[in-house]
């Protein structure tokens, strides 16, 4: 069981409070939800703290090393998250998210989700953990780390204490990436069930972002803010589409569901500036089950309430409420949220690769240092490459630089000798492969370097979808690999020498 984090009492009251460096800090969204009579019966980030007082752990995180865990707290109470002490903590080794606490005081902590109706990629069917490392965001030009959630990964606790069941009266919102998504079930934060099924009809509320289109739909593309209720992702009182439901294209967002009897609402909104609309207020879903709602409490993040896990996206901050919190309360948490100041921060760190420059990759694992990442038809493997080799193989093992496909803030490797063929993962193999356009093509082809776990001037690189794994070299063949895991290629031992590299011009 997890150490509660410590909260004052003075946290669950709007006001304005004195904190230990004798500054003031402006109320949180908690305190004002509580003043609105809403208060928070769960408050996540591992952001920020979402009280002005709140000066606890904020989330926990465990490195790869040596399985040791750190808790990351604010740098004051009321503040942004110390992502120093968690670079500290971390460095040279991978880490994960491993607990994101609960700020309200009542312990509803979200750790690994368990199975359910799917079953996750890990040991027993758990879920994965994020990385520590894949949201880099700041605050008030404060660095600060997301929850970067790939397919397979969720979080859940399905013992939550004090939130709304059956049709009782709850809101909820949650800051995100309105950049990364996909069209999977489900990138949901909310209520859902305690058993990890899917139990019926209304068993659900929870906010939902993406481009699933099973379900209900919004006008345009997408990806839409929508409510999960079970069997069924709802856009507005329709069960298919409700124009009023607008396409969102901001880098960050706010998304608020909120339901009682006979009503429910979804609003959402630019998280870095201007205010909340509302994309539907009014009566439940036209289909049986969803009036009177039968919500279980449980508490879900990255996933279903089935542990439906195919699903991608990236989470801020979120707090689930008891009772249903009124526009204005949540018109001040929207403006509380511009006021954090939410803005992007570098994806990459270490030697920089230019844009347009031929590189090569050499191995720096003892015994493997005169292999370099090259291809064989689509298998991307090592091969020992010299000044004397063929300038066919000079060429399989020379790559030119782009800008990431799928993320301009990382990069992509382009074959030299197959114009138009990029490095790509399928199934965490490394491939050679056409671009064929595709949103996942793009994400799979993007890579983002960064400041290797051996240090002497290599390089690690890590794959911008799956920010656990890295590009790595096991029995000469190149995978992204997890640092310990399920899969013979993740394996701990040589982890960190073999996902490093020498980055150098190529040879062609």
């Given at each position: 069981m997890?150490?509660?984090?410590?909260?004052e009492?003075?946290?669950?009251?709007?006001?304005?409070g004195?904190?230990?460096?004798?500054s003031?800090?402006?109320?949180?969204p908690?305190?004002?939800y509580?003043?609105?009579g809403t208060?928070?019966?769960a408050?996540?980030?591992?952001?920020?703290?979402?009280y002005?007082?709140?000066s606890?752990?904020?989330?926990?995180v465990?490195?790869?090393s040596?399985?040791?865990?750190?808790a990351i707290?604010?740098l004051s109470?009321g503040?942004?998250a110390s992502?120093a002490?968690?670079?500290?903590?971390?460095?040279?080794?991978?880490c994960?998210?491993?607990?994101?606490?609960?700020?309200?005081?009542?312990?509803?902590h979200?750790?690994?989700?368990?199975?359910?109706?799917?079953r996750g990629p890990?040991?027993?069917?758990?879920?994965?953990?994020?990385?520590?490392v894949?949201a880099p965001v700041t605050?008030g030009?404060?660095?600060?780390?997301?929850?970067?959630?790939?397919?397979?990964?969720?979080?859940?606790?399905?013992?939550v204490?004090?939130?709304?069941?059956?049709d009782?009266?709850?809101g909820m919102?949650?800051v995100?990436?309105g950049?990364?998504?996909n069209?999977?079930c489900?990138?949901?934060?909310g209520?859902?069930e305690?058993?990890?099924?899917d139990?019926?009809n209304?068993?659900?509320?929870?906010?939902?972002?993406?481009?699933?289109t099973a379900?209900?739909t919004?006008?345009?593309?997408g990806?839409?803010?929508?409510?999960d209720?079970?069997n069924?992702l709802?856009?507005?009182?329709?069960?298919?589409n409700n124009?009023?439901?607008?396409?969102?294209s901001s880098?960050f967002?706010?998304?608020?569901?909120?339901g009682?009897p006979k009503?429910w609402?979804?609003?959402?909104?630019?998280?870095?500036?201007g205010?909340l609309s509302?994309?539907y207020?009014?009566?439940?879903?036209?289909v049986?089950?969803?009036?009177?709602?039968h919500?279980?409490?449980a508490?879900?993040?990255g996933?279903?309430?089935?542990?439906?896990n195919?699903?991608?996206?990236t989470?801020y901050?979120g707090?689930?409420?008891?009772g249903?919190?009124?526009?204005?309360?949540?018109n001040?948490?929207?403006a509380d949220?511009?006021?954090?100041?939410?803005a992007?921060a570098?994806l990459?760190?270490?030697?920089?690769?230019?844009?347009?420059?031929?590189?090569?990759l050499?191995a720096?694992?003892?015994?493997?240092d005169?292999?370099y990442?090259a291809h064989s038809?689509?298998?991307?493997?090592?091969?020992?490459?010299?000044?004397?080799?063929?300038?066919?193989?000079?060429?399989?093992?020379?790559?030119?630089?782009?800008a990431?496909?799928?993320?301009?803030?990382c990069?992509?490797?382009?074959?030299?000798?197959?114009?138009?063929?990029?490095i790509?993962?399928?199934?965490?193999?490394?491939l050679l492969?056409?671009?064929d356009?595709s949103?996942?093509?793009?994400?799979?082809a993007?890579?983002?370097?960064?400041?290797?776990?051996?240090g002497?001037?290599?390089?690690?690189?890590?794959?911008?979808?799956?920010?656990?794994r890295f590009?790595?070299?096991?029995?000469?063949?190149?995978y992204?690999a997890?640092?310990?895991?399920?899969h013979?290629?993740?394996?701990?031992?040589?982890?960190h020498?073999?996902?490093s590299w020498?980055?150098?011009a190529g040879f062609?």
């Amino acid at each position: 069981m997890f150490p509660r984090p410590s909260l004052e009492r003075g946290a669950r009251l709007l006001a304005l409070g004195l904190v230990a460096t004798s500054s003031l800090v402006a109320a949180g969204p908690c305190d004002i939800y509580a003043n609105g009579g809403t208060p928070c019966i769960a408050a996540h980030s591992t952001t920020r703290a979402l009280y002005s007082a709140f000066s606890g752990s904020l989330y926990q995180v465990r490195r790869g090393s040596d399985n040791t865990t750190a808790a990351i707290a604010p740098l004051s109470a009321g503040g942004v998250a110390s992502a120093a002490a968690q670079d500290s903590f971390c460095a040279g080794t991978t880490c994960l998210i491993t607990v994101i606490y609960d700020q309200s005081g009542r312990g509803n902590h979200l750790t690994q989700a368990p199975p359910g109706g799917f079953r996750g990629p890990e040991s027993n069917g758990y879920d994965n953990l994020a990385s520590a490392v894949g949201a880099p965001v700041t605050l008030g030009g404060r660095k600060a780390y997301g929850v970067f959630v790939s397919p397979g990964t969720g979080y859940r606790n399905n013992a939550v204490r004090g939130s709304a069941v059956g049709d009782a009266a709850e809101g909820m919102y949650a800051v995100l990436d309105g950049t990364h998504y996909n069209g999977a079930c489900c990138f949901d934060y909310g209520n859902a069930e305690t058993n990890s099924l899917d139990t019926g009809n209304g068993h659900m509320e929870a906010i939902y972002f993406g481009t699933n289109t099973a379900w209900g739909t919004g006008s345009g593309s997408g990806p839409w803010i929508m409510a999960d209720l079970e069997n069924g992702l709802f856009s507005g009182i329709n069960t298919g589409n409700n124009g009023g439901n607008p396409s969102i294209s901001s880098r960050f967002i706010t998304a608020t569901v909120k339901g009682q009897p006979k009503q429910w609402a979804i609003r959402g909104a630019n998280a870095a500036s201007g205010s909340l609309s509302t994309y539907y207020n009014g009566a439940r879903p036209r289909v049986s089950g969803y009036d009177p709602m039968h919500k279980e409490g449980a508490i879900i993040l990255g996933i279903g309430g089935d542990n439906s896990n195919g699903a991608q996206g990236t989470f801020y901050e979120g707090v689930m409420t008891s009772g249903y919190p009124s526009d204005a309360t949540e018109n001040s948490v929207q403006a509380d949220i511009v006021a954090a100041k939410y803005a992007t921060a570098p994806l990459t760190s270490g030697p920089g690769l230019s844009v347009g420059s031929s590189v090569s990759l050499r191995a720096t694992t003892s015994g493997y240092d005169t292999r370099y990442v090259a291809h064989s038809g689509s298998t991307i493997n090592t091969q020992v490459v010299s000044s004397s080799s063929s300038a066919a193989l000079k060429q399989q093992a020379s790559w030119t630089v782009r800008a990431g496909l799928g993320n301009s803030g990382c990069v992509s490797f382009e074959s030299r000798d197959s114009p138009g063929s990029f490095i790509r993962h399928n199934n965490f193999a490394l491939l050679l492969g056409a671009n064929d356009g595709s949103k996942q093509f793009k994400e799979d082809a993007t890579f983002c370097p960064q400041t290797s776990f051996t240090g002497q001037g290599t390089t690690s690189v890590r794959a911008w979808g799956y920010p656990t794994r890295f590009v790595r070299h096991y029995n000469n063949v190149a995978y992204i690999a997890s640092n310990g895991g399920v899969h013979a290629f993740d394996a701990a031992a040589a982890f960190h020498d073999d996902a490093s590299w020498v980055v150098s011009a190529g040879f062609a």
